[in-house]
């Protein structure tokens, strides 16, 4: 249960994304931090991540999506895996370009980075990593995730009477 | 020899123009523009037209009418949300109708570019419009764009060829460019991409369309990516001889340059290669192409800056390359260019070994995928055997640093077959990058950038 050990992650493109380095690019960075990496590939919608994975409770799902339809499309996906009752409190973060507008001087008002990772995050992202990706702040938030087994034996422990 | 043709064989709009800015002198160039809002896509049409280049015009399309998930886009358009393109199946008929009148033209024809692997749809749409110009293949619209298999993408591409063919009763004749130039964008080294492009042209031409271009996409170093064009035009008289084709370079398709006089450099340097080794069109690239969708006026920009560097690259006297295609002959060695001849030799035993194993070129691409003849660097697809690995060399070169098992050795060369780490990956994917917003603040001519490393 230590910051060290070992995770189960998948790593996936969203719904309408059909880019693939930056989903490679993540594999290989968090492999070389040390997890074990499932790479579900471009184009995956939430409910097929749902169908896949409700039984196998990985220990932290990493969506990212650079195409501009980031933020509907990960509207959708975290709104299917917060409904599924096993994956409903697996921490699922999204990452990228996830607007049309870029960080700078088109962005702004409700296009802005701050606006889009605030309804990111309300609708159930426990984070939101947007371009230019500060990626001291990704690793000390996949180094803070509690492995599965940490999280059961948590739970067991909460839910058992002294 | 276009005058030997039965005048009753009616010529794409889209080969005439670029044959006639071809015999004029001038490089033909295009943007990769879209929009989701009719008014936008249309005064950006509008726009390009008016440009002081030689234009064809591009209706790119959105990602969610791409993967066929036509609510989405329709949500979008309900919601007035920003999408990544121009979602013409949504739109329907007469908006995309009201969308090219007065502007589709024999001086300006339009294409429409999607990135679909089950295109039908799209294709059907863009011809009610009058639109019969279009991007893509069986490939390389499916290995790099989503899940669907090959074998399904190839049916749909030859579904999607049946509908342009038939679309000659009322007049149209189909214009189709490969996208094979371009698989993945980067690091997919040039006898691969020259072959998948030339593969993807045959499939077209076998399934009916006359009149092609053959893409190539700006990799990381100019002279092997002159010899590739050059060994490109080689195996499209050799293997096309009775079609209409003609070559298309896309400015960089990898990981941009961030500074404006980077990006401007690079797309300039896009320009030299396609003008001194003959290629008729160019696809540009913007100043803001590594942060987001580019405006209307920073399309503008790249194309004028084109066709101004094309006016410069003229000037400086004949083109060694505008006699190429007079005096090559298939038997010849390119003696003088080694770039050249290597990819050709690759190319060429890759093409032969897929050609051989079937008469039928969808059925040849299928198989050659399943036998790793075919085998793309770094692509995900569950179809792409994934054996093989590229590297950018120190000379900038990109060459294969493993060739699982397509049919050629990469011989009598260093070989880096270290596995990548996350930083690695990212290195080599930004060099282009880091070299271009270097040598732009150096103040280096454009056709002269090398990489750094
Ligand atoms: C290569 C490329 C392609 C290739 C992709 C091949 C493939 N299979 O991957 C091709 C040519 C096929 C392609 C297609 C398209 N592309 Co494209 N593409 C690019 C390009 C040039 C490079 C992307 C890349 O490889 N980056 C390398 C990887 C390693 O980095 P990255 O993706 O930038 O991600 C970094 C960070 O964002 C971060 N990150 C990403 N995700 C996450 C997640 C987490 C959790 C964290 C912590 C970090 C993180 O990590 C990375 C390293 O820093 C970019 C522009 C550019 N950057 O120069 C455009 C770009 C991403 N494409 C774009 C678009 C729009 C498209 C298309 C829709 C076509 C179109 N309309 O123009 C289609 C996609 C169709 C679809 N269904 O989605 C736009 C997106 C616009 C936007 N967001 O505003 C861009 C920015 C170009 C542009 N300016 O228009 N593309």
Redesign the interface.
Known sequence: MTSHSALDIVVSGTESDSHTWNLVYLQLLLEGWGHRVENLGPCVAGRDIVERYAYRAPDLIVLSSVNGHGESDGLRAVAALRASRELAGTPVVIGGKLGTHGTADLARGENSPGAVARRLREAGFTAVFLEPVDLGAFEEFVGSVVPRHGRAARQALQTTPA | MDDARPATVSRSLFGDFVARSRAAGRLVVQPRMGFGEPQVMRDGLTAVKAARATTIGTVTL???T??G?LD?ARK?LDEG????GYPIVTHGLATNRKLVEDLLAPDFPIQVRH?SARPQDIIAASLRAGLDATEGGPVSYCL????ISLRDSVRNWEESCALMTAARAHGAEPHVETFGGCM???LCPPSMLVAISLLEGLFFHRHGVRSISLSYAQQTHADQDRGAIRALRRLARQFLPDADWHVVVYTYMG?YPRTGAGARLLLEQSVDIAVRTGAERLIVKTA?EA???ATVEENIQALETAAAADRRVRATGPLPADSDDLTDTDGDDFTDDPDAQEILDEATSVITAVLALSEDPGAALTAAFAHGLLDVP????ADNMGRTRSYIDRDGRLRWSRTGSLPFRAAGRTTDATD????D??GA?SRVQRSFDRAADLGVPPGHVQLIN
């Open positions: 959105d990602s969610y791409r993967v998930d989405a979008a949300a920003d999408i990544n990135g790099p764009y989503g899940r993945l964008g980067q990981v803001a942060h987001r969708i770094y692509c995900l697809h990548m780490t996350a930083a990956l990212l994917l």
